[in-house]
Nanobody, 130 residues
Framework: QVQLVESGGGLVQAGDSLRLSCTMT????????VGWFRQAPGKDREFVSA???????????YSSESVKGRFTISRDNAKNTMSLEMNSLKPEDTAVYYCAADLGTGATMMRTNGAGVDYWGKGTLVTVSS
């Protein structure tokens, strides 16, 4: 059974940086596109970023316009881990961040906003104070 566990959330000030991690157990990590979604209080789930399972030129990343240039997604297939480096954080980045894994593509994950994603983590809270 595939499980995803997020870590790294916390309370930071605007302008600070934070690194989230997601570790997969029970599955072949390299086969999956993995990504991050977030949900702020009272709002719908929002796609943040995704990265495909390939290596080198076959590895693709996708990011929402709201985080481009500030957030960087990466993965280490040897460690079954994906990370999200978040810089220049803003109060509007406050949300519960969820890790997701799917055998489909990152483009689909972004386009469908996570509908039908195979696996989800339980989430980690990021709070950015002004």
């Amino acid at each position: 059974q595939v499980q995803l566990v997020e870590s790294g959330g916390g309370l930071v000030q605007a302008g600070d940086s934070l690194r989230l991690s997601c570790t997969m157990t029970g599955g072949t990590f390299s086969r999956y596109t993995v990504g991050w979604f977030r949900q702020a209080p009272g709002k719908d789930r929002e796609f943040v970023s995704a990265i495909s399972g390939g290596a080198g030129s076959a590895r693709f990343t996708y990011s929402s316009e709201s985080v481009k240039g500030r957030f960087t997604i990466s993965r280490d297939n040897a460690k079954n881990t994906m990370s999200l480096e978040m810089n220049s954080l803003k109060p509007e980045d406050t949300a519960v961040y969820y890790c997701a894994a799917d055998l489909g593509t990152g483009a689909t994950m972004m386009r469908t906003n996570g509908a039908g994603v195979d696996y989800w983590g339980k989430g980690t809270l990021v709070t950015v104070s002004s």
